[in-house]
């Protein structure tokens, strides 16, 4: 939490990154999977920002996940040479131009392999194969597989008849992948989840084998099953949320109270009553926290420094909290952070965030560069 002379100077709403709880979180994690011999790819959704990313490649991992071609367009722009396009990718109309134009640059600046995409069904894969028709360097796949979370992806058994369009489209079939989403569904899931995300792409790549792919990539992610997949048979993670942290991660548990590195910061802008009741405003609304909320946690974000007391009604402007027992009333102009539920949806919603170091505020802004665009 920022020291109050670094507080005053804020102006409010405004997004604040502790860089040095970004880079524990980063060397933990890396260590982490280093231990274990698999692989990290981190999903670059959560912070779009390219010099995260540095730190993130500079630790070890070997490339990044993104979700869209637009964040794929811009880490290739600035020099991350291995990303996969975690998404089953619709590849007609201007898409299919774009990604086929940043999959021959990226290729033509490493010599072959530098760009994959996810792929779940037959009817994309040849849409894939349409888009590279021509191109002499065969796009990597890696097949989606849904592990429970019920999104997207095809179950195991599925994964030779996607892998067989995906060869007769001309791409190579590069491996498999899965997010174990439903590790979200409450304190009590992640284990299961996790061992969802191994059991199914373990299934599925025997399957593969079988049907001759072999090599394949093995690939597991979300934060909170990142550690308890890691082992093989896979062979790579791709966490995002863990390099920030939110008040789901500390929910569930991957990420403590030490890991919280982003914060909203805000002022309290009405303090009310009304029947013995007291409550108060502070100026983030939806506009700036998200609305984004598991089923099972009540509320938009908590305030560490005021009991952690609850966002409990959200407008665009506006976050209304109660005032926890035992805790004064707030005053108004007093400057609050808060820990939102979902980080990579606040991040989506400003153009820059500010950087603290050791609770002091920095000159540096962390521009989030790859925001809004798909
Ligand atoms: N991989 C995919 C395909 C995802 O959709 C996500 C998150 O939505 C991740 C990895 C990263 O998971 P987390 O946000 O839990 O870190």
Sequence with gaps: MMKP????????????????????????????????????????????????????????????????????????????????????IWARGPKGHRLRELHEAMCARNGGGALSVGCDSAEAAIALGEAMSGSKYELPVLIEIDSGGHRSGVPPEAAPIVAKSVAAAGLSVRGVFTHGGHSYGGVEATTAAAKDETDKLTAAGD?????????????????PTAVFSASAPVTEERPGTYVFGDRTQLAIGPVGWEGVALTVAATVVSVACRNETWWFAVDAGSKILGSDRVEWLPGYGIIPDYGNTIITRLYEHHGVCDVPAGFDLPVVGQILQIVPNHVCLVVNLVESMLVERDGELTNERLIVNARGSF
């Design 207 to 223: 399957y593969l084998a079988q049907a001759g792919f072999d090599n394949l990539v093995i690939s597991a992610g979300s934060t």
């Design 5 to 88: 002379s670094s507080m005053r100077a804020l102006d409010t709403p405004t997004v604040v990154v502790d860089i040095g709880r970004v880079e524990r979180n980063i060397a933990l994690m890396a260590q982490t999977l280093a231990d274990r011999g698999v692989a990290l790819r981190p999903h670059a959704k959560t912070h779009k920002n390219i010099e995260i990313a540095k730190l993130q490649l500079a630790a070890g991992a070997v490339g990044l996940s993104v979700a869209t071609l637009a964040e794929a367009e811009f880490f290739s722009r600035n020099g991350v040479d291995d990303l996969f396009i975690a998404y089953p």
